[in-house]
């Protein structure tokens, strides 16, 4: 295996040492069974859930406030694809170590000098482990000037390494394949750019239902008229929160600012990318981590209230019960998708048991949602190479394999093209 594809060099979609070691780990314990990447993905979640907790706490110094962000950021119905696809993880495996990098430079700043290096070497794991993390300094900086208010910024300047050891890692270990370079039609920097500010960030809380998978899953419960007002709803209320927001950030609590410019920090390096691209779910893991300082404040009001605290226990009761619903119709609906795959992987193997290295399989029929499958027919066949595309367009030399598009999973034939 050579230098440019090893686990150490950067591969493609702008996956880096950290995660590339990561999954290179979890594959020579359990190959492709997806119990290991199942569990990889929760533990990440459970150990990234009690770092908000510890940064809350920190931050706040309440810990009924730390609770009540760490189980928010736990229990977000929006970190499903995140948690339990095996692609998303590198996202809380980034945010493991910048979480730790926020909490080591509070306690710095409180007077742990010790823990400066604690937070080098966690924001330089964070930024070798998913390009996204780079929003990292700015998110320091913004709540360096929430909590600690009229101190000197000059510190700050040290998390300039990790950046440059990031950089380094860049020139020696170059990428093989860009996520830009990759899907370079859907980066196109312009004034699409403000529409995803005001509709991605607030995505961590309502999702889009206009997408084809919400609307799959939708369809299942609801008649056709409810599931038309149910999109409309969706989309008005993303709407809403972005007013909000605005609102928060000119008139809210200095802990409130902090709290909303988080969440759209965090979305900065996907905002380039075209709407369909950046208000993918995965991407507001990182950012989501705004909304415990946004709820923190709520809880400290509220208990100073205590004809308010029965209100929010209900609140909290009635926003656990919809998280647990929303994640049973996710999980429901995916696992009727992974049926699907695993056929229609079956009976692309069923008809070519045996091919010849280089071959090239072309897949059409499928829905837009199963594109991806080209990606995992290779994996299969392995360690004959061959190549595989989901397209209309037959190859020059292959098979062509066609599917029912009302039963993705049934192959209708099977042709071979060239010589």
């Given at each position: 295996?050579g230098?440019r594809?090893s686990?150490?060099?950067?591969?493609?979609g702008?996956?880096?040492?950290?995660?590339?070691l990561a999954?290179?780990?979890?594959?020579?314990?359990w190959?492709?069974?997806?119990r290991?990447?199942f569990?990889?993905?929760?533990?990440?979640?459970?150990?990234?859930?009690?770092?908000?907790?510890?940064l809350?706490?920190?931050?706040?110094?309440?810990?009924?406030?730390a609770?009540a962000?760490?189980l928010?950021?736990?229990?977000l119905?929006?970190h499903h694809?995140a948690?339990?696809?095996?692609?998303?993880?590198?996202?809380?495996?980034?945010?493991?170590?910048?979480v730790?990098a926020?909490?080591?430079?509070v306690?710095?700043?409180r007077?742990?000098?010790a823990?400066l290096a604690?937070?080098?070497?966690a924001?330089?794991?964070?930024?070798?482990?998913?390009?996204?993390?780079v929003?990292?300094?700015?998110?320091?900086?913004?709540?360096?000037w929430?909590?600690?208010?009229g101190r000197?910024?000059?510190?700050?300047?040290?998390?300039?390494?990790?950046y440059?050891?990031?950089?380094?890692?860049?020139i020696?270990?170059?990428?093989?394949?860009?996520?830009?370079?990759?899907?370079?039609?859907?980066?196109r920097p312009?004034?699409?750019?403000?529409?995803?500010?005001?509709?991605?960030?607030?995505?961590?809380?309502i999702?889009?239902?206009?997408?084809?998978?919400?609307?799959?899953?939708?369809s299942?419960?609801?008649?056709?008229?409810?599931?038309h007002?149910?999109?409309?709803a969706?989309?008005?209320?993303?709407l809403?929160?972005?007013?909000?927001?605005?609102?928060?950030?000119?008139?809210?609590?200095?802990m409130?600012?902090?709290g909303?410019?988080?969440l759209?920090?965090?979305?900065?390096?996907?905002?380039?990318?075209?709407?369909?691209?950046?208000?993918?779910?995965?991407?507001?893991?990182?950012?989501s981590i705004?909304?415990?300082?946004?709820?923190?404040?709520?809880i400290?009001w509220a208990?100073?209230r205590?004809?308010?605290?029965?209100?929010?226990?209900?609140?909290a009761?009635v926003?656990?019960?919809?998280?647990?619903g929303?994640?049973?119709?996710v999980?429901?609906?995916?696992l009727?998708?992974?049926?699907?795959?695993?056929?229609?992987?079956?009976?692309?193997?069923?008809?070519?048991p045996?091919?010849?290295?280089?071959?090239?399989?072309v897949?059409?029929?499928?829905?837009?949602?199963?594109?991806?499958?080209?990606?995992?027919?290779?994996?299969?066949?392995?360690?004959?190479?061959?190549?595989a595309?989901?397209?209309?367009?037959?190859?020059a030399?292959?098979?062509q394999?066609?599917?029912?598009?009302a039963?993705?999973?049934?192959?209708?034939?099977?042709?071979?093209m060239?010589?």
């Amino acid at each position: 295996m050579g230098r440019r594809h090893s686990v150490a060099a950067a591969g493609r979609g702008g996956l880096t040492v950290g995660w590339n070691l990561a999954l290179y780990t979890v594959y020579r314990h359990w190959g492709l069974d997806p119990r290991g990447y199942f569990a990889l993905g929760l533990t990440l979640h459970a150990i990234c859930s009690a770092l908000v907790f510890a940064l809350v706490l920190v931050v706040t110094r309440r810990l009924g406030c730390a609770w009540a962000g760490g189980l928010l950021f736990a229990m977000l119905p929006s970190h499903h694809e995140a948690v339990t696809w095996c692609s998303a993880a590198l996202h809380p495996l980034a945010a493991v170590p910048l979480v730790t990098a926020v909490i080591a430079w509070v306690l710095y700043r409180r007077g742990t000098r010790a823990a400066l290096a604690v937070a080098l070497v966690a924001a330089t794991m964070a930024l070798l482990t998913k390009d996204s993390a780079v929003s990292l300094w700015p998110l320091l900086a913004l709540l360096d000037w929430g909590a600690f208010p009229g101190r000197d910024r000059r510190p700050l300047l040290w998390l300039g390494l990790p950046y440059a050891a990031m950089i380094a890692w860049r020139i020696v270990c170059p990428p093989s394949q860009e996520v830009i370079a990759v899907g370079s039609a859907a980066y196109r920097p312009g004034l699409h750019i403000l529409s995803n500010l005001a509709l991605a960030p607030p995505q961590t809380l309502i999702p889009d239902l206009r997408f084809e998978n919400y609307q799959a899953m939708l369809s299942r419960v609801l008649p056709g008229p409810a599931v038309h007002a149910a999109l409309g709803a969706s989309v008005a209320a993303i709407l809403c929160v972005s007013v909000l927001a605005l609102i928060g950030l000119v008139k809210g609590s200095r802990m409130v600012k902090v709290g909303i410019a988080w969440l759209y920090l965090g979305f900065l390096p996907m905002l380039p990318f075209s709407y369909e691209y950046a208000r993918a779910p995965r991407y507001g893991y990182i950012a989501s981590i705004g909304l415990a300082f946004l709820v923190a404040p709520l809880i400290d009001w509220a208990a100073r209230r205590r004809w308010r605290r029965s209100a929010l226990i209900a609140a909290a009761v009635v926003f656990a019960l919809i998280s647990v619903g929303f994640l049973r119709m996710v999980c429901a609906n995916r696992l009727r998708d992974s049926v699907v795959r695993r056929e229609v992987i079956a009976a692309v193997r069923a008809a070519v048991p045996s091919p010849a290295p280089n071959t090239q399989f072309v897949l059409s029929g499928l829905p837009p949602y199963l594109d991806d499958l080209w990606r995992a027919i290779p994996v299969y066949y392995y360690p004959t190479p061959v190549q595989a595309a989901a397209a209309e367009m037959p190859p020059a030399a292959g098979y062509q394999l066609r599917f029912d598009p009302a039963h993705p999973g049934r192959l209708l034939e099977c042709l071979r093209m060239g010589p």
